[in-house]
């Protein structure tokens, strides 16, 4: 049973440039989390989504930034024109079911995005 | 300040000795998970705890959730070069409205070094 997959594992933009990044779930998950891993602040949260639903986007820039999950295919986090201060690490997680202390949530190995 | 507090923030111990990692929140947890990250890597589910003075076990490793719901610890024994990593907390939080459902937050790390 595969675990939570991302890619690319490693992505370099210029500034100005698109970023798109890919998680497929583990089997049989159908809720999404994407969060973001800067150096000195930690791992936050940004967006939680269902199928076709985004339930919480709490966490995310108000600007550049945008989550899909179809109903067929990976998730995905777009960062349209890219600035240095996007470069982090970003982890998508899945879980089977949502919900207080139930959701236990299984990390990908991350994506690190590189804004030159 | 932070919303889930870490201590200690890095932490080098000798093979083979015992250690404690603690997890302080201003707020009552609803759920509390532990995860271990390797350099580099995604975040590892270690265990997840729910009920005030619950304590679980997995190899070497024990979490407990206090009585009152406002901190746990996670305790080595015995450690180990292979128990190396940066230890993190995640939990349900209450917010506005109600609990996330899905949002964790995160302490901001334990870097754990064990020298053979």
């Known amino acids: 049973n595969a675990g939570v997959m991302q890619n690319p594992r490693h992505l370099v933009r210029r500034r100005g440039q698109e970023a798109r990044l890919r998680c497929s779930p583990m089997?049989?998950?159908?809720?999404v989390y994407w969060y973001r891993q800067l150096p000195e602040e930690g791992l936050k949260f940004m967006v939680y989504?269902?199928?076709?639903?985004?339930?919480?986007e709490s966490g995310m820039p108000k600007e550049r930034f945008s989550a899909e999950f179809p109903k067929e295919g990976p998730s995905i986090l777009r960062i349209q024109q890219v600035v240095r201060g996007d470069s982090a690490a970003y982890f998508c997680a899945s879980s089977r079911t949502a919900g207080v202390a139930k959701n236990i949530q299984y990390f990908g190995a991350g994506t690190r995005l590189s804004v030159l | 300040s932070q919303e889930l507090e870490q201590s200690p923030q890095s932490l080098i111990v000798q093979e083979g000795k015992n250690l404690t990692i603690n997890c302080t929140s201003s707020?009552?947890?609803?759920?509390l998970y532990w995860y271990k990250q390797k350099y580099g890597e995604g975040l590892i589910f270690l265990m997840m705890l729910q009920k005030g003075g619950e304590e679980k076990s997995h190899e070497k490793i024990t979490a407990k959730l206090d009585e009152k719901k406002q901190q746990s610890s996670l305790h080595i024994t015995a450690s180990q070069p292979s128990h190396a990593g940066i230890y993190l907390c995640?939990?349900?939080?209450?917010?506005?409205?109600?609990?996330?459902?899905?949002?964790?937050?995160f302490g901001q790390g334990t870097i754990l070094t064990v020298h053979p």
């Open positions: 707020k009552t947890l609803y759920g």
């Open positions: 995640g939990a349900d939080l209450p917010y506005a409205g109600g609990t996330s459902y899905g949002k964790l937050t």
């Open positions: 089997k049989g998950h159908s809720h």
């Open positions: 989504l269902q199928k076709e639903n985004i339930i919480d």
